[in-house]
């Protein structure tokens, strides 16, 4: 799986070769379709390698790019994607509580935050990185641990993880990313259930605000799982503000557990599928 070391892009791993897979006419078309239709979102997840550091969030924003001469036609997206360091946070609270005698000492770990920036571009329906066209920061944020979102979180669905079909084993990252997306209906369905399919634009929606913004954290509480929630504007006959949540504790079986909470909608005439979230607000 490549990997991004600073502004470099080294292949880590000769299975996924970004060059290889992103052409047509390539020896395996199996691997080559699943490429093309993955999106932007679980694409920067197999560019990128896992934090370094061993409590951590990771972030991702996706905002919309327009046409120059056409202002509402969409010509690709641009990804936003922060690794960050948690685990000297958790260290010290773990620290007061407990006594550093009684902490595991590779949790005091500083090193420093990341964030990257991968430019896509809209190629027949499928999203096509240029991979020189990607932006890195050395980052230095301070960030809380993880804080409960408030909100009625219904029915546990339970959802088994995937994995691409050139993987022997389950990349947790991407997959878990690729379960949030289909939680929250970003996936094809009937004949094309593997295949990115955006949601229709929200009105007003500019470059400079996410569409959608996904965390993922290794570590919630003192439960070890990994939690991941996608929260997105969605566009219908009004705007509402949606999360999904999808929580794996690494079993044998890939299979997770998904959520889904409506934070708030506009107008005051809600859906029949938001009335079942109460309590709810309008958005703002």
Known sequence: MPCLFKDELVLASPIFDYASLNQKGIENQEFYHYFRDMGPLEMTLRMLEEPPFPIWRLTLQMFPKFSSTLPIQLTGYKVIVQRINLSSSLYQLLAESHGEENVESMLDDDTSSDRH?????????????????????????????????AGDWGTNTPMYL??????????????????????????GKGVHPSVWMPQELPEGL???????????ENYIDNNGVYLAQWHDLVADDSISQTLYRVIYDGNENNLSESYMSVLCHRPAHATKDIDKNQPQQMCQ
């Open 206 to 216: 500019t470059e400079k605000t996410p569409w959608v913004e996904v965390s993922i």
């Open 162 to 187: 995937t994995k691409s079909p050139w993987e022997e084993e389950i990349n947790i990252l991407p997959s878990l990313l690729r379960a949030l997306a289909q939680k929250a209906g970003w996936m």
């Open 117 to 149: 920036t991968l430019h896509y571009t809209i190629s027949n329906t499928s999203a096509s990185l240029n991979t020189k066209n990607i932006d890195y920061q050395s980052i230095e944020i301070s960030s809380q641990l993880w804080e409960e979102v």
